[in-house]
């Protein structure tokens, strides 16, 4: 499918319903979770009875052909609130990396025991993380080890969301040390399991709606039939590594989540630009509304441009990850960058607009400015994206050309020859031209509008 910025109706009413469940049922909820820190089971439930929680919804959302439908839903609902959203959405991540490295018939054992059904909600997670490594998946310590019909894990993991209360964990281990990224492979490890434990949950910044802990894995044992993908994909792809083939076990999952993530910070954006702009026009000072200040127009005018770009760019990578498009000068990264960091000077503006209002809980601003800037952090740091796009940038095809050059396109023979901007059209034109002058009246007025823009 050609890259379109067209959005069907599906997409519309997709939209719709996301924005008025954000803005009816997350967010008059979204303080009191966050000053709570606890888990909004009731928000979940609710999600599942709106048909926004179970599998086959994100399986239907990642197989839309124009790979806008996620990034137009996750926008949405974390304009409602980002602690809360991350909640509803972090199954989805841990079933992307289902999806990736499993079987089938796993999909089908272990889904739906990562959402469960309206009235008995169930959580996933999705470990990859450790204390030591952070973003560095190079620097994994956490090892799985067969012995017998079993594999044993040990390690740690850190920064999970959803971490020691999810039903199903997928964790990220290393098989063969020599082999380094390509010696990893991923695991399912249900709750409850001897040798997982939580070792404290973490209090943070922002995101405070969100669970988030410290795991501990000591001599955790686990069927094999556990082991995401089988023995057999294992043993293939551990001997494509031998010869310097194959790629990490978790970078399909991170190139298929980086616009997920970009997209939910495009909704903190959103949400804290809106407010700055609703605010500016209703607040008074010097004779009139703030908004007609350069100082607090100007700052607002580059924010409106720069939130665009970076959803367009969010987009982009969206229908690329859908299309099987391979990135080739980090467009995952890009899209994750740039949302990233529009999030946190947009909370930012938002902050600075609002003046002394906006440095105290009376208003939600402040809670945006401590959400926005996990983004610049996980999934990847900016600078980790920064040097995912950098490396590319030393193969000299990188730069080549633009990079929609390389972007599949229409194969339509007609239209290659005939469309706008061919040569055919242009010696036509030429014809006309010179006929002009002598052709009668009706037929230079049918000409002229045949060659109009949009003709």
């Known amino acids: 499918m050609s890259f379109t910025l067209e959005l069907t109706p599906a997409h519309h009413e997709l939209v719709r319903r996301a924005h008025t469940f954000a803005e009816e049922v997350i967010r008059p909820a979204a303080a009191k979770y966050d000053a709570a820190e606890e888990c909004p089971w009731d928000i979940v439930d609710r999600a599942a009875q709106d048909g926004f929680y179970s599998p086959l919804f994100y399986a239907d959302l990642i197989s839309d052909p124009t790979g806008l439908s996620l990034p137009l839903f996750l926008e949405e609902i974390f304009w409602g609130c980002a602690g809360i959203g991350l909640t509803v ?12 490295a499993g079987t089938p018939e796993q999909l089908v054992r272990w889904a739906p025991e990562m959402f469960g059904e309206p009235g008995d909600i169930k959580l996933a997670a999705l470990a990859v993380s450790e204390p030591q490594g952070g973003s560095d998946v190079a620097n994994l310590q956490t090892r799985a080890r067969k012995d017998g019909d079993s594999w044993v894990l040990d390690g740690e993991k850190i920064w999970i969301g959803n971490g020691g209360i999810a039903d199903v964990t997928i964790v990220n281990a290393v098989v063969d040390p020599e082999l380094g990224t390509k010696g990893q492979a991923m695991f399912v490890v249900p709750k409850e399991t001897p040798g997982m434990e939580q070792v404290r949950r973490l209090r943070k910044l922002g995101h405070r709606a969100s669970h988030t802990a410290e795991l501990k894995f000591d001599n955790c044992r686990i069927p094999a039939d556990q082991l995401l993908g089988g023995e057999d994909k294992l043993e ?16 399909g999952t991170f190139e298929q989540t980086r616009p997920m993530v970009a997209a939910m910070a495009l909704g903190v954006a959103r949400a804290a630009f809106e407010y700055a702009c609703d605010y500016a026009r209703g607040r008074e000072a010097f004779g009139g509304p703030i908004i007609g200040n350069q100082g607090v127009s100007f700052p607002l005018a580059d924010l409106a441009a720069d939130i665009d770009a970076a959803r367009l760019l969010t987009w982009r990578a969206s229908w690329m990850a859908a299309n099987g498009v391979p990135f080739q000068v980090g467009e995952g990264s890009m899209s994750k960058l740039k949302a990233s960091e529009v999030a946190v000077r947009a909370a930012e503006q938002a902050v600075q607009t609002c003046g002394g209002w906006g440095y105290v809980d009376d208003l ?4 945006w400015y401590r959400d926005a800037k996990l983004y610049t952090i996980f999934e990847g740091t900016s600078e ?4 995912v796009i950098g490396r590319t940038l030393s193969e ?3 730069t080549e050309a633009p990079v929609h050059h390389r972007l599949p396109g229409d194969k339509r023979g007609l239209s290659r020859k005939f469309g706008h901007g ?6 036509a034109g030429e ?22 823009p949009g003709g």
């Open 364 to 367: 939600p601003v402040e809670k």
């Open 384 to 387: 980790i994206q920064r040097m």
């Open 422 to 427: 061919s040569l055919v059209r242009a010696r």
């Open 396 to 398: 000299p095809e990188s």
């Open 431 to 452: 014809v006309f031209m010179k006929l002009a002058n002598k052709a009668p009246e009706k037929v230079t007025r049918l000409g002229g509008k045949l060659a109009s």
């Open 236 to 251: 293939h792809k551990l001997d494509k590594a031998r010869r310097g083939e194959g790629k990490p076990a978790a970078l």
């Open 89 to 100: 959405v972090l199954p989805a991540l841990a079933l992307s990396a289902l999806n990736q």
